[in-house]
């Protein structure tokens, strides 16, 4: 008896350590819909049967809405998932903008996403998502844009909602949405002087989360991510971004290691597409599978059910994880 009760003991904990099974897909954030084998291979054996696919973005330039580096289209981008178009909006663009102006908007951006749609012949969901780092002073006028788009496209309407929406959402508002996506990245800004993750500080990341059980919208999907990136710094201390990064790029003659995840360029030349110079310095910032595990048991704790939509889809990314 005294076997049995340890042995129930052990499992009891061994089943409340392990991460719960979330179904899963990616976002795909490429201009050029392309996918190569690798790529297609992840996608087929995602859960979820959508791909989050972003369609263009809005800027505000000289007064005018803008779209923004719209999709084109491969002959390789097939998958049997339903795409949901995402449309990346600019806070700025939400700025003072008048009843006319969410009108013209709200109905532009949902001729545009059929047009693109009907243009390659792509599968769409009755969903669309709209990405925006809305701010107390731009809420009001967001939240109406997001009720025109619904009326006017007939569609579901859902938002991103990121960790400060959360900590602050007496100041930021609640969307008028029935659907949210989490972004559990972007922690703090890479190009500040800091030492932590900026795609993902897991301190930072509970902290503004300690109340999410709180938030009013619980239908609450969560993006988490598995990109990297490189921080280049200068003799100035100034920094800059190089996307797509891992610490086995660092592996290079031209580099001095100063510690796992950081160099120091020896030889002037050009390394990833960029001319770095003697004396400069190469930090990578890369998303580990205990980061990820981390994050998933804290929100389970704070949301009933969730889906898991990683950012994002690509080969670098996503051929050495196991999702």
Not at 91 to 104: D, G, K, L
Not at 110 to 131: G, M, R
Request: proline fraction near 3%.
């Amino acid at each position: 008896m005294k076997v049995l009760k340890i042995l129930l003991t052990l499992f009891i904990v061994a089943s409340c350590s392990r991460t719960e099974k979330h179904p899963y897909t990616f976002y795909y954030w490429k201009t050029h819909l392309k996918l190569d084998q690798e790529e297609k291979k992840v996608l087929a054996q995602a859960s979820v049967p959508y791909l989050y696919t972003r369609f263009f973005d809005i800027d505000k330039s000289g007064g005018k809405f803008q779209p923004v580096a719209a999709i084109t289209l491969d002959k390789s981008f097939k998958t049997d998932k339903q795409i949901v178009p995402t449309v990346f909006i600019t806070n700025q663009s939400m700025y003072h903008i008048s009843a006319e102006e969410i009108r013209f908007l709200a109905k532009n951006v949902h001729d545009l996403v059929q047009k693109k749609a009907t243009e390659y012949h792509l599968k769409i969901s009755n969903e669309i998502q709209i990405d925006c780092d809305w701010t107390a002073g731009t809420r009001d006028d967001y939240f109406k844009f997001l009720k025109e788009l619904k009326k006017v496209s007939g569609k579901e309407i859902t938002c991103t909602l990121r960790l400060h929406q959360v900590k602050d959402k007496n100041e930021t508002g609640i969307p008028p949405v029935e659907k949210v996506y989490l972004m559990c990245y972007s922690t703090s800004s890479p190009l500040e002087k800091s030492t932590k993750n900026s795609i993902l500080d897991v301190t930072v990341l509970k902290s503004y989360l300690s109340r999410l059980e709180d938030y009013p919208i619980k239908n609450m999907e969560v993006a988490l991510p598995i990109y990297s990136w490189g921080i280049v710094t200068n003799h100035l201390e100034k920094h800059k971004l190089i996307n797509a990064l891992s610490r086995k790029d660092l592996e290079n003659p031209g580099f001095k290691r100063i510690s796992d995840d950081e160099v120091e360029v020896i030889k002037d030349g050009f390394y990833f597409g960029s001319f770095l110079s003697k004396g400069f310095r190469i930090r990578v910032e890369e998303i580990s599978d205990d980061q990820l595990q981390d994050v998933t048991r804290f929100l389970e704790k704070k949301i009933p059910h969730f889906n898991i939509i990683y950012y994002q889809l690509d080969s670098k990314f996503v051929s050495s994880r196991i999702f």
